[in-house]
């Protein structure tokens, strides 16, 4: 996934805002296969189950399971063409979400080789807070923060002051 580049401050940032908001020990359903974000999570101690490499659109099993005292979906909602079915269904009563913001500079991301490498959505703050409210959580917190990138041109100098990932801690109402 990472092969040449590693995502460290968008690490950086979500496991601070993680352990913020839901401290260590606590038993997390990860959304998603197993990932290098994975590995972070269960370094800091955290008891983390990730899902299998299911379609989340359709097949809601995982989520139904109430003895997590956390879900999250890191870069994981924007894959789906209905993150509102999965959040609906989700047990847990805390979540922590994250996903790409849409840059009005920039076309969705879509990978030609790999059809689970694109994005459906790449939101704007307030759709995805938006899908939070209607599918029953209460927003409790979030951060929103930039990716610059070292190259030259206006893409890159946008990116530097543009938030590009928005991350949500919310429980259930």
């Known amino acids: 996934m990472y092969e040449n580049t590693f995502p460290e401050k968008r690490y950086q940032k979500t496991l601070e805002f993680l352990k913020e908001q839901v401290p260590p020990p606590a038993r997390v359903l990860d959304l998603g296969v197993k990932n290098p974000f ?3 999570m269960i370094q800091n101690g955290y008891e983390v189950t990730n899902t299998t490499g299911e379609d989340l659109d359709d097949n809601f099993e995982a989520v139904k399971n109430d003895h997590y005292d956390l879900v999250t979906a890191f870069e994981i ?3 789906l063409l209905a993150p509102y079915n999965i959040m609906k269904e989700i047990k ?3 979540i922590i979400a994250s996903v790409p913001l849409k840059l009005w500079f920039s076309p969705a991301y879509r990978s030609k080789t790999d059809k689970w490498d694109r994005h459906y959505h790449e939101f704007e703050d307030w759709q ?3 899908i939070f409210e ?3 959580w209460e927003i409790k917190k979030t951060l929103k923060w ?3 990138v070292k190259k030259i041109g206006i893409r ?3 990116r530097k002051f543009t938030p ?3 991350a949500v801690y919310a429980e259930k109402k």
């Open 92 to 94: 847990a009563d805390k």
């Open 38 to 40: 994975s590995e972070i």
């Open 77 to 79: 909602f924007e894959h």
């Open 134 to 136: 209607k599918s029953g």
């Open 164 to 166: 590009r990932y928005y």
């Open 156 to 158: 890159p100098i946008l």
């Open 146 to 148: 930039t990716n610059p």
């Open 128 to 130: 995805f807070d938006w």
